[in-house]
């Protein structure tokens, strides 16, 4: 079996943008799909995807950890986070070759299935701290035993710091009122805040037993979270805008973080998850899944 054609559809869905990728082969009806992240620069890794499809033209698309070394390594200069994006994209495609050609689903290739159920938690919203509560006692009775919300931001898109830290913290108080002890909370910083805001709500939210704090901080300079870590000491999830095994490294290696929020869209597909994950059982790491797919209550 051989590749024989890569093709990049980037797809417009209103707020939201997607790109998929399509492998073909010469097996008839065996052709892989797989997605990339970096949503709204999704036309930049369609173009890395088309000037890495030469190279992989006419491969045997089984050899999925060989391909991957040939993305990743195989020009002199590194690639960056948009070769990731179109590697995940990729590697995700071969996964799904290998299983349709192997008549298996991919999971049991990764080692097989190890739990009948999976944690997954709802993302609720709500203008005021009273409509936050209520929106998560909505999810509580559903079934639910997660919540999730992030900073807010106000009307029209404007995001003053200091408000949004303590808007954060009347509204997570609200909401561990409403739904009790036995709920667990999530709380989105979505990297808003500079480490001084950061830590300040981080430090606050401790007292309310936040499940896990996540992205406190942008993702460009990994050993801030150094400093951050000495004075939180709240869980952290942190990693969905990580690219490559190499950015999850000080933080892993350091045991900077508590959850590793692992895209597989953007890490490298499910190649590179795989060894993230490994990496971080040996640091006693939970891995928390970035955009899984279906929800699970």
């Known amino acids: 079996m051989e590749i024989t054609a890569i093709k990049p559809y980037p797809v417009g869905m209103g707020r939201r943008n997607f790109l998929f990728v399509k492998v073909e082969t010469d097996e008839p009806g065996i052709d892989g799909i797989g997605e990339a992240g970096l949503t709204w620069k999704e036309f930049a890794v369609a173009e890395t995807v088309n000037h890495l499809a030469p190279m992989l033209i006419g491969q045997d698309p089984m050899n999925t950890e060989h391909l991957w070394q040939l993305m990743f390594r195989g020009?002199?200069?590194?690639?960056?986070?948009?070769?990731?994006?179109a590697i995940s994209a990729i590697d995700i495609a071969l996964w799904d070759i290998k299983g349709?050609?192997?008549?298996?689903p991919v999971h049991t290739l990764l080692g097989g299935q190890v739990r009948d159920r999976v944690v997954c938690y709802p993302h609720i919203g709500g203008g005021t701290p009273e409509q936050l509560a209520d929106a998560a006692v909505q999810k509580v009775e559903e079934g639910w035993k997660f919540v999730r919300f992030g900073v807010p931001q106000e009307v029209g898109g404007k995001f003053e710091p200091s408000r949004a830290v303590r808007q954060t913290i009347e509204q997570f108080e609200a909401v561990r009122d409403a739904v009790g002890d036995n709920i667990e909370i999530c709380l989105d910083i979505h990297t808003r805040l500079d480490p001084?805001?950061?830590?300040?709500?981080?430090?606050?939210?401790e007292d309310y037993r936040p499940y896990f704090l996540?992205?406190?901080?942008?993702?460009?300079?990994?050993?801030?979270?150094?400093?951050?870590?000495?004075?939180?000491?709240?869980?952290?999830a942190i990693g969905e805008h990580f690219a490559s095994k190499w950015e999850f490294r000080e933080l892993i290696e350091e045991d900077l973080i508590n959850y590793a929020r692992i895209d597989l869209c953007i890490v490298g597909g499910l190649t590179e998850a795989r060894k993230v994950a490994h990496w971080c059982e040996t640091h006693y790491i939970a891995i928390a899944p970035h955009n899984p797919l279906g929800p699970v209550s």
């Open 214 to 236: 996540e992205d406190p901080l942008r993702s460009e300079n990994p050993s801030a979270v150094r400093q951050f870590r000495r004075h939180v000491s709240a869980p952290l």
């Open 75 to 85: 020009a002199f200069f590194p690639g960056g986070k948009i070769l990731c994006y």
């Open 100 to 104: 349709k050609a192997l008549g298996v």
């Open 196 to 205: 001084a805001d950061s830590v300040t709500l981080c430090r606050a939210l």
